[in-house]
Structures are given as structure tokens and as C-alpha cells.
């Protein structure tokens, strides 16, 4: 179980493609995804509903210390840190946002990084600041794959951009291309 | 990650030998991140942090402090406080006291918060409050009930959703001004709880990992939100199992919104939606 983890961090702009890829993925997708995006304060409630409609799979805003389960997605809660822990656990963190943010792209990264080494393939997406830069380039140290949304056609580059910049990136991919890697893994 | 597992394991041992904190049991991530910025903010590397926490009683007691997270709101996440208003208080409104325990308090909202709820329902007379937290500077804001008033706004919304609206009944609204409970001082930036909710709780320091009831009495309700996530799933097990020796008879715990009892010590309590019963 658990071949691969796929963690995929993205901002503003990021919303609509996250949910083609969720409609794309089947019932039976054999990985955990682990979903971190960067949302307004005020929009608790309605964003994981909007991500279900489109999805075939399981989208849960995890409890604290729950088993990793292939084949669910679990999006970061709003103003909780996720990480990644070893024995294929969740565990959540209300310490100071990273980045301005909370949930913090890099954290998740990293510690999926820390843990799962080469089995991470980390995603980052449209998005307006350096959130995940840092995070991704962990992926990449550890021999992870790494992904960024072309920059064409994101909606806000920096975030992307910033990816790029801060270490080897594998892919840089449309999301169209983002959907078929992960059918094919 | 700077630092590797067996450099934290090296720092929870230095603990252990020096002093009664055991971090053994502490989520690994979130406990490794504060360790990182530790060696970042004092400027240390592993062997000089271990020195130091051998040779120097009072950087050992700011570090673990240091180790803390202490983020809180006052009435942080409304959900919760409208099981507690319409669901949990009722419960125990007719008896002729109701004791309440924090457990985990930091500097305090969520005390001054119930106590604001107790008060609109008519029970914080009857009600004797107690509050605990292993790091004594957020004790001491704590009891001085006094925060910034622009620190995160969020909590005027939260504060009108739980005091001023009914979820069940959206043609109910009660004007009670914030400034009941605050002397608000926007020009400094600052409030103050009034005093005759600052006199009410005892604040006492209290680690959860020792296990020993420092307030020598039990509880009908103990709230422990945002605490429970540093530690791991044993250490939550064991401390979930310490809070229902402690709790009455169809005592109430409340955890936080995303916590939950996952180990065998489920079946002692009844789940009722985002609360628990002692059975
Ligand atoms: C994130 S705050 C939660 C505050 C509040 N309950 C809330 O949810 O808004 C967590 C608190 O737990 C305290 N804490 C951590 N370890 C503890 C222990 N072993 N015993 C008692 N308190 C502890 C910390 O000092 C911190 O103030």
C-alpha cells in the first residue's frame, strides 16, 4: 500500500483546476492525495462541498492522528497545519501561519518529503505567493517527483514560478498533462 | 527538517534528565519544528542546547515554554459553542453547581468566552470555573484578562454569532453588547475582561502528561480543544482515559473541531456529534 503519496499545494487561481483534476480521477485511484490550498478566512464552510460534487473519491477534512487511506483525499482544514507523519499518520498543528499561511504548503511538503522520500510526487499550482517552495524542493532532495502548472496557464504564476526557482523541477505541466501523469502512475 | 529524529530524541532525553517535562509522547513534527526554531532563535546547535538546558534552569523553562503552541481565539469556532449552549449546559443548568475545567487554557479566551455563555444563560453564578495550562506566562494573561483588541477581528463575529443569534431560530436576536464583558480601549488597542469575570476561574499550572489533579475536585464538563493534537496517539489515549477518571457521572468532554477519540478508550464514553459523555 501506499506506493505513492501525492501532495499537491496550490492558491488563488488554483480552485477550478484542482476540482478537474478531482472529476478526472477514478473511484479506484490507488493513492492517497493530500491537498493543501491556501483559502480566505471566511470561506470555512461550502469549500470542501464544492470540491465533493466533483469528485468520485472521498474528499474528508482529517481528524487529528488518522490512518492514511489509499484512495482518499485529504484537503488541509482551514487554519490547521497537516503534516504527514511516519506510521502513516495525519497530524494536525495550530502553530503560527508559515508563509502568511495557515494550512502552509511547506509543511505538508516537507514532512511528506521527510517520511515517504522517493513516493512523494508534489504538485504545486497557480498561486500568488512562495508558499511551497521550499516544500517541494524538500520532494525533490529526497528523490521525490516534482510538478508545476505551466506558467501560461496559471492563472497567478508566483507561486509556480517560485517552485521553479528554488530547485529541479521534473514537470512542468498543463493540467490536462497533471491529470494523465496521474492516471498513469 | 534541520535536524534529524535521533537530535530530538537526544533533546527529549535532555528533558527527562533535567527536568520533569517529558515530550516522549509529543507529536514528531509539530515537536520538531518548535525544537528547530529554538536552535534558530538562540542560536544553538544540539550539543550547546543540551548543555544548556543541563546548566541553565531558566533558559529550560523558557524553552519549554518556547515549545508551547499557544493560538487561541475567543469563541473559536462557533460550532462548538452552540453544542455547548444548546446541548452540553443544559444538561447540568439544573443542578446546584456545575464544575468546569479547561484544560489546556493558554491565555484564556476560551475561559472568558464559556463564562461569557454561562452568564447569558443565568449559570455562572453556579458555576465554579477552573483553567490549567504547563506554560505559567499564558496563565498570568490569563488571569489578567486583558488581549489586544485588533489582534484578529474574527472573534466580534464569532462573538455576535454565539451571544447575539440562535442558529434554530433566526428571528431571535439578543442585543448584548460586547462591552458587557470588555472594557474595550481602541486608541490603545486593548481590552480588558470585566472583573467580576477575571475573579471567577482559578488558573493553576498543570501538565496533562503528569497526570496529577491539581485542582482536587471533579467535573461535569471538561473542554480540552487544540491540545490533544501535540501529542500522540498513545499520550491522547492516556490522557482522554485520565479526563473520564475525573469527569462525573454523564460528564461532559469537548475536544476540538478536528479531534476525536480514535483508540479502545472510545468505548468508555458516548459520542454525541462533537462531544462526549462519560458513561
Ligand atoms: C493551541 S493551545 C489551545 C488553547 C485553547 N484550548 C483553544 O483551543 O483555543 C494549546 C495549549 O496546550 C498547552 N499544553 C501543551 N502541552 C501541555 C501539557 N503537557 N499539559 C498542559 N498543557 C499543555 C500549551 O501550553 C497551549 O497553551
Known sequence: MNDKIIVIGGSAGSFQIITKILSELPKKFPYPIFLCLHRLKHVRTGFIEALTIKSNLNVIEPEDKVHIKSGNIYLAPANYHMYLELGNIISLSTEPAVNHSRPAIDLTFSSAAFNYKTKVVGIILSGANRDGANGIADVHKEGGITIAQSLEECQVRTMPEAAINATEIDYVYTSDEIISYLLKL | MLITPEDVQKIILAYKRYSTYQFDDYSEKSFTRRVEKILIDYKLDIPSYINRLRSDKEFLEQSMKDITVNTTELFRDPKIWHTLKFRVLPRYSEQDSINIWHAGCSTGQEVYS??????????????????????????????????????????????????????????????????????????????????????????????????????????????????????????????????????????????????????????????????????
Do not use: W
Request: hydrophobic share 40%; aromatic share 16%.
Open chain 2, 114 to 279: 464559556l463564562m461569557i455563555l454561562l452568564n447569558e444563560m443565568d449559570l455562572l453564578e453556579k458555576a465554579n470555573i477552573y483553567a490549567s495550562d504547563i506554560n505559567e506566562d499564558v496563565l498570568e494573561v490569563a488571569r489578567s484578562g486583558e488581549y489586544k483588541y485588533r489582534f484578529n477581528l474574527d472573534y466580534l463575529e464569532n462573538y455576535n454569532q454565539v451571544i447575539k443569534k440562535n442558529p434554530y431560530n433566526f428571528d431571535e436576536f439578543k442585543d448584548v453588547p460586547f462591552e458587557k464583558y470588555f472594557d474595550v480601549d481602541k486608541s490603545k488597542d486593548r481590552m480588558k475582561a470585566k472583573s467580576f469575570l477575571r475573579q471567577k476561574p482559578l488558573f493553576r499550572k498543570q501538565n496533562l502528561v503528569a497526570q496529577n489533579n491539581v485542582f482536587y475536585t471533579k467535573f461535569d464538563l471538561i473542554l480540552c480543544r487544540n491540545v490533544l493534537i501535540y501529542f500522540n496517539y498513545e499520550l491522547q489515549n492516556k490522557t482522554i482515559d485520565f479526563f473520564h477518571s475525573l469527569l462525573f457521572n454523564k460528564g461532559s468532554l469537548v475536544l476540538g473541531v478536528h479531534e476525536s477519540m480514535l483508540g479502545p478508550i472510545a468505548s468508555k464514553y458516548i459520542k454525541k456529534g462533537i462531544y462526549y459523555i462519560k458513561k
